[in-house]
């Protein structure tokens, strides 16, 4: 896990995400992820970005779900707090401001798969949609030995809490906004939410408060 960016959206730069992409065949910790993955992908007929290879793949403590892939994951291929977004940045400055390694997390979104037409803005995910990704939550879980606690990251994912709750009833859930740009400017309530979520979640982990 080794050469970390520093700032967000480091991956505006296409040598980045060319550096990026190399590291996915080396890196078993996300094989797991690549193969469940290439499922949805075979059985849907949509993309589905790579998860980021500098975060803990299968080996993270902490899953974070979104809600689809937005549109700067057909620049980069990727789910990743690093992505040229204000989403992005946003979720790059609120995990780092809890103190949460990048070993210890998981990106990944409650509709794996791009819904947007290519070229068009991102939309909200249908019902048909949320309930038909509902059948990749359990595999996804079961890839993930290690993990301590989800953090449920927008509407579209919290309606996942009960299907969770059903498949895995130890695991802590923690409720937050999502990072979108539109949301935490609305009120300063919302970015405060949003640390004091990640901040739960980085108790469960036993990190330092």
């Known amino acids: ?3 970390q960016p520093a ?3 480091s991956l505006a730069d296409s040598g980045a995400v060319a550096a990026r992409h190399a590291l996915v065949a080396a890196s078993p910790h996300l094989a797991p992820l690549r193969r469940l993955a ?5 059985e849907r007929g949509l993309p589905v970005p790579e998860a980021d290879p500098l975060d803990g793949g299968v080996a993270a403590r902490l899953l974070l779900l979104l809600e689809t892939p937005g549109p700067a994951t057909g620049r980069t291929a990727f789910v ?4 040229p977004t204000g989403t992005a940045a946003n979720l790059f400055r609120f995990l780092a401001g809890a103190g949460i390694p990048r070993a210890d ?3 990944w979104n409650a509709v794996p798969w791009v819904i947007h037409a290519p070229g068009a803005r991102n939309r909200a995910p249908r019902t048909a949609e949320i309930r038909t990704a509902q059948a990749y939550l359990p595999p996804l ?3 993930m030995p290690n993990l301590a606690v989800v953090v449920l990251s927008g509407r579209v994912s919290q309606t996942l809490a009960p299907l969770l709750a ?4 130890d695991l802590p859930q923690v409720a937050i906004p999502h990072p979108s740009p539109t949301y935490v400017c609305t009120s300063p309530a919302v970015p405060a939410r949003i640390a004091a ?3 739960e979640a980085a108790r469960h982990l036993g990190l330092p408060g």
């Open 166 to 169: 059903e498949a895995r009833p």
């Open 1 to 3: 896990m080794s050469g």
């Open 197 to 199: 979520g990640l901040a």
């Open 7 to 9: 700032a967000p959206k």
């Open 80 to 83: 990743s707090r690093d992505n």
């Open 141 to 143: 879980l079961a890839l």
């Open 105 to 107: 997390t998981l990106i």
């Open 38 to 42: 290439e499922r949805i992908r075979a």
